[in-house]
Nanobody, 115 residues
Framework: QVQLVESGGGLVQPGGSLRLSCAVS????????TNWYRQAPGAQREFVAR???????NYADSVKGRFTISRDNAKSTVSLQMNNLKPEDTAVYYC?????????WGQGTQVTVSS
C-alpha cells in the first residue's frame, strides 16, 4: 500500500512563492516516479511536473522556468518549489505515483494566487 500526503498550499499574491511537499509512505520511494498534477475549478486535471527515481525531471510548458521539482530519498519526500506564481496557477495540486499497475493519489492541497 502506498500513501501520499501533500502539504504546503495556501494563499499567495501574484509573483510570490510557495513550496509544496508530498510525503510517500512505504519502502518503495527510491524506485518510483512521482508526479504533480493540478486541477482548477471547472477544468480537467493537468500534468505539472515529474521526477523519476534517477531524478530526471519533466515540466509542463506553462510552469517551465518557474517551478522546480526535487526529491529527498532519505525523507521519502518530493517537493515542488513554485516561484513567480500567477493567478492561473490557482488550483488543487495533487501528488501522484504509479506502482505495480495501480495509480495512487494524495488528497490534494489548495493553492490560490490572488491579490
Amino acid at each position: 500500500q502506498v500513501q501520499l500526503v501533500e502539504s504546503g498550499g495556501g494563499l499567495v499574491q501574484p509573483g510570490g512563492s510557495l513550496r509544496l511537499s508530498c510525503a510517500v509512505s512505504g519502502s518503495i520511494f527510491y524506485m518510483i516516479t512521482t508526479n504533480w498534477y493540478r486541477q482548477a475549478p471547472g477544468a480537467q486535471r493537468e500534468f505539472v511536473a515529474r521526477i523519476t527515481s534517477s531524478s530526471t525531471t519533466n515540466y509542463a510548458d506553462s510552469v517551465k522556468g518557474r517551478f522546480t521539482i526535487s526529491r529527498d530519498n532519505a525523507k521519502s519526500t518530493v517537493s515542488l518549489q513554485m516561484n513567480n506564481l500567477k493567478p492561473e496557477d490557482t488550483a488543487v495540486y495533487y501528488c501522484h505515483t504509479y506502482w505495480r499497475g495501480t495509480a495512487y493519489w494524495g488528497q490534494g492541497t489548495q493553492v490560490t494566487v490572488s491579490s
